[in-house]
């Protein structure tokens, strides 16, 4: 369905969009001008002439549109549809093949998480993993390492504020600031 046209999608909505009372007949005469006036390549000036002849019946005229723009081509369709959302952008949205292309979509996601692609833990391994890593960051905190212990992390921890942002570094500095005179 991803790869529909929008060919194919113009003969998907054709019925919806010749049903009674969705277009009104100053919306099917904006797309018609618009369609004639900004890309006079899609309807001259005569076909436009004739789909807007108020002696057709609203119903007749909005067919012979749409099959006109079918037989077309692809770009026609497009321009259509760029009309169609800029003229009666409610009705763009309820389109049967807008649907169909936001239920592939969500599909199509639902397949990826499917095959492993995306993690299958849930929120609560997430939440295990932030408790642990805050819990050691207090634990540390509170408790500081005996300085006797390793001597050699206390150096590594005395590079590493060239590394890390300033503000950060100020704290580090702070706290390793009794201990680096010994060195």
């Given amino acids: 369905m991803t790869d529909q046209t929008y060919c194919d999608r113009l003969v998907q909505d054709t019925p919806f969009l010749t049903g009674h009372g969705r277009l009104n007949e100053q919306q099917v005469d904006r797309i018609i001008l618009q369609l004639n006036r900004y890309y006079p ?13 108020p002696k057709a ?5 909005l067919c012979d549109l749409l099959s006109h723009l ?66 050691l960051a207090l634990l540390l905190y509170c408790y500081p390492p005996d300085p006797k212990g390793l001597p050699g992390t206390r150096r590594v921890l005395g590079f590493s504020p060239v590394i890390i942002d300033r503000h950060v570094s100020r704290y580090l500095l702070a706290f390793l600031a009794d201990d680096l005179g010994g060195l």
């Fill in 70 to 135: 079918q037989q077309s081509g692809e770009r026609d369709c497009q321009e259509f549809y760029r009309a169609l959302y800029i003229h009666a952008q409610p009705l763009h949205s309820r389109l049967p093949s807008r649907h169909a292309l936001q239920n592939s979509d969500c599909t199509e996601l639902d397949s990826g998480s499917q095959s492993g692609e995306l993690s299958d833990r849930g929120p609560m391994s997430f939440l295990a993993g932030l408790g642990l890593a805050v819990g």
């Fill in 41 to 53: 390549q899609i309807l001259t000036n005569k076909e436009a002439e004739k789909f807007r002849n």
């Fill in 57 to 61: 019946s609203l119903r007749v005229r």
